[in-house]
């Protein structure tokens, strides 16, 4: 079973994708956040994140889209840049993007989930995927189009088991999950609340028919738990882990052209999903230098137990 990083907005752009792969292994794909498009062109921030990707073959972009222009404005730049894959976002629960039929949001118009699958079939040299939720408002959205899932030309499928006016809370509906891994005729990869190892364990024996697990908050918080997972070890190298960090660091730096102020802002939303301690991770959120937030920051590793 593989290990997918799945895409978080605000997270898993270049930067910290490419200094991931450098420090840790056990990932196999590394999914980017969607790209999407602005006045008829791929939005400018979204084409600078994917044409600065390394390691191309374990990357997959991401697109959202409602329409099958801009499926083709998408895919044809992805494309270009040298990609053999496309992920579709049928997932994406925040209301700025549903409200407008994207993300989770188009399983409010069975025409355009059509549509938009539909406009895959103008790139057969192309392998598409799709992340989905269990709907938008009501599990019985995705359930009715089962069929025009199955009939797509898609390699796998990835099942968040909420629903999205849940967004990340609340209780994920296994029931309604076990529905579609058995009636979704395609490879099954499971996404949602996978903080341990044993969360993947348990998943991987539950449903042994599964592709992949993908993991995003989870590999925030700890961006060993792929390679713990794959090689059943509890280890954490806070050494391993300061040259990743300094890294990050280093790259943002560069990126946003020696902004400290944009950098500390970016490097504090690490720490978000973090479960170390949380009088340290107070003390990082009200850091007011990037000398001040690294010297919090290492003294939150180097106290891990």
């Known amino acids: 079973m593989e290990i997918y990083f799945a895409p978080l907005q605000g997270f898993t752009d270049f930067v910290f994708r490419n200094s991931h792969a450098k420090y840790f292994s056990g990932v196999d794909k590394y999914f980017t956040p969607f790209l999407r498009v602005e006045k008829g062109e791929v939005r400018k921030k979204d084409r600078t994140d994917l044409i600065s990707s390394k390691n191309k073959e374990i990357i997959i972009p991401q697109i959202i889209a ?34 407008h039929f994207y993300g989770a949001g188009i399983w409010d118009k069975p025409q355009k989930v059509e549509e938009v699958l539909s406009a895959l079939k103008q790139f057969p040299q192309m392998s598409f995927s799709l992340k989905m ?25 990835t099942v968040h088991p909420r629903l999205a006016a849940q967004m990340y809370d609340g209780e994920i509906n296994f029931s309604a999950f076990e529905v579609l891994y058995e009636k979704i005729q395609k490879p099954v990869v499971y996404n949602g609340d996978l903080k341990t190892v044993s969360d993947i364990d348990n998943i991987s024996k539950k449903y042994p028919k599964l592709k992949a697990v993908m993991i995003g908050r989870g590999l925030i918080a700890n961006p060993f738990l792929a390679e713990n997972f794959v090689n059943k070890n509890f280890d954490f190298d806070k050494h391993r882990f300061l040259l990743f960090h300094d890294l990050l660091i280093d790259n943002y730096l560069q990126l946003y052209n020696n902004s400290e102020f944009m950098v500390l802002d970016k490097m504090k939303t690490f720490w978000t999903y973090s479960f170390r301690d949380k009088k340290l991770l107070k003390k990082i959120k009200k850091a007011k230098s990037l000398q001040e937030y690294n010297s919090f920051a290492v003294m939150t590793v180097l106290e891990k137990e």
């Open 66 to 99: 409602n329409c099958k222009d801009d499926v083709v404005i998408l895919v044809q730049f992805i494309e270009n840049q040298g990609f053999k894959n496309c992920d579709l976002n049928f997932g994406c629960p925040f209301p700025l993007q549903t409200k």
């Open 133 to 157: 939720r269990l709907g938008n408002t009501s599990v019985s959205q995705t359930l009715d189009l089962i069929d025009v899932i199955n009939s797509a030309d898609l390699q796998f499928v």
